[in-house]
């Protein structure tokens, strides 16, 4: 069986980054953005002006987040603010909305994580970024 594996290469990241950051700076949001592949490995990270440089590890962290669960990183949020603090526990975890999967033809090929303000604004930055990438 031939199996054609997807890839998430560094100008996809360029794409996903300038889309996030046009979003960003939409708004006039000061964030960092964060880019992993499959793996987890940081493909792509962008640091607007005077965004926090505490920032740069939790954007970072939400993307592997994201892609080590395959799922958004609201996910966890949700569950904690439900009171199911088991998930606390989960290691690589990070219950904080702003990272999202990338998945192209059914495949997950990388995340993307954002971290600088609200995180529902974060989310919806990298969603930005994940649209003009998909579309």
Known sequence: MTVNKLQLTLEDAKTIAAAA??????????????????????????????????????????????????????????????????????????PIEGGLPIVLNQQYIGAIGVSGVRSFQDAQIAQAGIDAFLS
């Not at 962290?61 to 949700?78: L, N, Q, Y």
């Open 21 to 94: 950051e046009a979003e960003a700076r939409r708004h006039q949001w000061s964030v960092v953005i964060a880019i992993v592949d499959e793996g987890g490995h940081l493909l792509l990270l962008q640091r607007l002006d005077d965004a926090q440089y505490g920032s740069i590890a939790v954007a970072t962290e939400k993307a592997r987040a994201a892609i080590a669960f395959r799922r958004p990183t609201k996910v966890w949020e949700d569950h904690i603010a439900e009171g199911h603090t088991r998930y606390l526990k989960l290691p690589g975890a990070l």
